[in-house]
């Protein structure tokens, strides 16, 4: 039971991983699975995960890299392209493989180069994803380069989303980390199949952060953060109790030279203090007792997967973050680098 000094919640997952492979695979999942039963992993690996093999390849390196004691269970995704089968989609989720399908718009974000280019031409890849119920996940920016960086995800939603949701209006669809008020009302006035995740970082900076005394490229991430207005409707949304958003951190491990350069990664490595910085966010809008909903409740539901019985723990304590912390396959910045977080993670509670 929780009280003023302690918060017990039902494990939760997280619905929006980078996990990535090899070395830097083996350095962050750990971060990961010791908070989260389940993740979704996310599949822009170099080359990508494209067919049921390849994911059922994947989820073995994940299961390989992780600590067994902490019965973390990695869902893979599918990387749709132009050319995706629907036939193999159709078996990767009847075998158990793939949990959903990602659609990268093509050159959006990172390892997006074989992205979707035309989403009308998917239109039998949709179908066949209606049919058998595995859910669509949408990196919701357009890559039209007269569109305003701060603009393109609003756009999307008009361009590309909206025409999508009238075409198969029995998909299930989630908007991943959304950014806008815009986006948050689209999915708010949305049906059952529409919902959304919110990481932590875009619940706590807005695109401020990013120029803060200088270029601050640890705070730069896809899909950008926007004005303090597109914040506060983020806040809005995840404390709102609404079943239709829910945790995805969009954690993305990139080493220090990769961000610290000319033409530095987008991503912020947010696994390892996740918790801690919900909580502290939800604490602040008085809304800790909707937390457990956001973070272990609406996300397992939405996907149709059982709750997690284990629970874990939050103490009130003084957790301050590393500016760095030194793994095996780089140095890595962790979100809130540097800060003193109000809540510490106790660990995982026997079911």
Not at 236 to 249: H, I, P, V
Request: charged share 25%; net charge negative; hydrophobic share 45%.
């Amino acid at each position: 039971m929780s009280t003023p000094e302690t918060l017990i919640l039902r494990r939760p997952d997280d619905w929006h991983v980078h996990l990535r492979d090899g070395a830097m695979l083996r350095s962050v999942v750990n971060w990961t699975a010791r908070q989260f039963r389940r993740a979704i992993a996310m599949p822009n690996l170099v080359p990508p995960v494209t067919t049921t093999d390849e994911g059922r390849a994947y989820r073995e390196r994940i299961l390989a890299a992780v600590d067994p004691d902490l019965g973390f269970e990695p869902l893979i995704v599918c990387y749709l392209t132009d050319h995706t089968d629907p036939d193999d989609l159709q078996r990767g989720a009847a075998e158990g493989v793939f949990t959903a399908v990602k659609l990268y718009p093509a050159h959006a974000t990172t390892n997006s180069s074989h992205g979707v280019t035309d989403v009308r031409k998917l239109a039998p890849v949709f179908e066949r994803m209606q049919k058998i119920g595995l859910p669509l996940l949408l990196h919701g920016e357009v890559t039209d380069k007269a569109v305003d960086i701060f603009d393109r995800e609003a756009v999307f939603i008009e361009r590309v989303f909206q025409p999508l949701r009238a075409a198969f209006p029995g998909l299930k669809t989630v908007f991943e980390h959304i950014t806008t008020a815009e986006a948050a009302d689209f999915v708010a006035d949305g049906d059952e199949n529409l919902a959304a995740t919110i990481t932590p970082h875009h619940l706590h900076i807005n695109r401020n952060a990013i120029f803060d005394g200088g270029i601050r490229p640890h705070a730069y991430c896809l899909p950008i953060a926007k004005r303090e207005r597109h914040r506060l409707a983020l806040v809005k949304a995840a404390t709102s109790g609404s079943a239709k958003f829910f945790l995805g951190t969009d954690t993305a491990p990139h080493a220090v030279e990769a961000k610290e350069a000319a033409c530095g990664c987008a991503g912020i490595f947010c696994a390892p203090y996740a918790l801690e910085s919900y909580a502290a966010l939800f604490e602040a809008e008085g809304a800790l007792d909707r937390l457990e909903g956001f973070a272990s409740v609406h996300g397992p539901r939405f996907y149709g997967l059982p709750l997690n019985e284990e629970r874990v723990k939050l103490e009130r304590v003084a957790e301050p973050v590393p500016e760095k912390l030194e793994l095996e396959a780089a140095t890595l910045v962790p979100f809130h680098a540097g800060e003193t977080l109000g809540w510490r993670f106790g660990g995982v509670l026997p079911a």
